[in-house]
């Protein structure tokens, strides 16, 4: 079956870096739309990034420019690069994954259609 595993997370500074990752397996990961939420305390879940089977990527605004999304094909692994963190983007991160969806589902929405999902790891950025 679907396997979503993250890890990676943690407590920073703001100005920090994190990287995330997912270990994925159960499903031909390569040919898979992948990519991240997350929810803050008390705000509903919101796309972070996304990236499709051909590499394109795709981001929420408020995190252009700071976080880099990646896929490692070989590996099964889906990575979020997190740079210049801001109180703000403390929350829980999601990693989830559609074969259907185009990589715009991951981040103009809050997942509603998505099929799986991982536990979730925990980013919290103090100032």
């Known amino acids: 079956q679907v396997q979503l595993v993250e890890s990676g997370g943690g407590s920073v500074q703001a100005g920090g870096s994190l990287r995330l990752s997912c270990a994925a397996s159960g499903f031909t990961y390569r040919r898979w739309q992948m990519g991240w939420f997350r929810q803050a305390p008390g705000k509903e879940r919101e796309g972070v990034a996304g990236?499709?089977?051909?590499?394109?990527?795709d981001y929420a605004d408020s995190v252009k420019g700071r976080f880099t999304i990646s896929r490692d094909n070989d590996r099964n692994i889906l990575y979020l690069q997190m740079d210049q963190l801001k109180p703000e983007d403390t929350g829980i991160y999601y990693c989830?994954?559609?074969?259907?969806?185009?990589?715009?589902?991951?981040?103009?929405?809050?997942?509603?259609?998505?099929?799986?999902w991982g536990q979730g790891t925990q980013v919290t950025v103090s100032s």
């Open positions: 989830a994954a559609d074969t259907r969806l185009n990589v715009g589902w991951f981040v103009r929405t809050r997942g509603q259609l998505i099929n799986f």
């Open positions: 990236v499709d089977s051909d590499g394109d990527t």
